[in-house]
T-cell receptor
């Protein structure tokens, strides 16, 4: 069990550019969640997958955001035409749909949009 | 919609002393879970303790215990014998136990400083 990993850990981009983040969940975890955490706030839910199916998206997830989880393994979160308001920590968590369903978090990707 | 409120942005405690972090929540549901997560500086968030709403007994994990008051919708975390490694941001979180989306709703967090 190597834990949830996220890449890159830090990303600086210019406004208007596209960025993509990757999350590798704990192997065999079939649920994967994306959260966004801005300064001074707790994480806020963005979207989640069960296996490869994206089952719910928050209203926070504008049409510039897209997430995928091909083959139910790793997931990517892409932000198109980034805005300064997108600057935040993007957290990924995974869980197993059995038992207590504890969510295990990755270290996050910190995005800064200039 | 469910909300979680942590009214203490910052707390400090002396090493080996006890500290209590407060959390209140609002929900119309009767079946749910409550959590405390710890986020050390520049490190990932880890689960400290969880409480099922249907259980009257307060959860404990070593030096960490909760005071769960369902009627008051209060869920405080007590850290006994505080250690330097306990310094972190602590988040209280709620999760509805029904449906299929087990998303967590977090409070804004309490930054805990442990003084040697």
């Amino acid at each position: 069990d190597t834990g949830v990993s996220q890449n890159p850990r830090h990303k600086i981009t210019k406004r208007g550019q596209n960025v993509t983040f990757r999350c590798d969940p704990i192997s065999e975890h079939n649920r994967l969640y994306w959260y966004r955490q801005t300064l001074g706030q707790g994480p806020e839910f963005l979207t989640y997958f069960q296996n490869e199916a994206q089952l719910e998206k928050s209203r926070l997830l504008s049409d510039r955001f897209s997430a995928e989880r091909p083959k139910g393994s790793f997931s990517t979160l892409e932000i198109q035409r980034t805005e300064q308001g997108d600057s935040a920590m993007y957290l990924c968590a995974s869980s197993l749909v059995l038992g207590q369903e504890t969510q295990y978090f990755g270290p996050g990707t910190r995005l800064l949009v200039l | 919609a469910q909300t979680v409120t942590q009214s203490q942005p910052e707390m400090s405690v002396q090493e080996a002393e006890t500290v209590t972090l407060s959390c209140t929540y609002d929900t119309s549901e009767s079946d749910y879970y409550l959590f405390w997560y710890k986020q050390p500086p520049s490190r990932q968030m880890i689960l400290v303790i969880r409480q099922e709403a249907y259980k009257q007994q307060n959860a404990t994990e070593n030096r960490f215990s909760v005071n769960f008051q369902k009627a008051a919708k209060s869920f405080s975390l007590k850290i006994s014998d505080s250690q330097l490694g306990d310094a972190a941001m602590y988040f209280c979180a709620y999760r509805f136990s029904g449906g299929s989306n087990y998303k967590l709703t977090f409070g804004k967090g309490t930054l805990l400083t442990v003084n040697p």
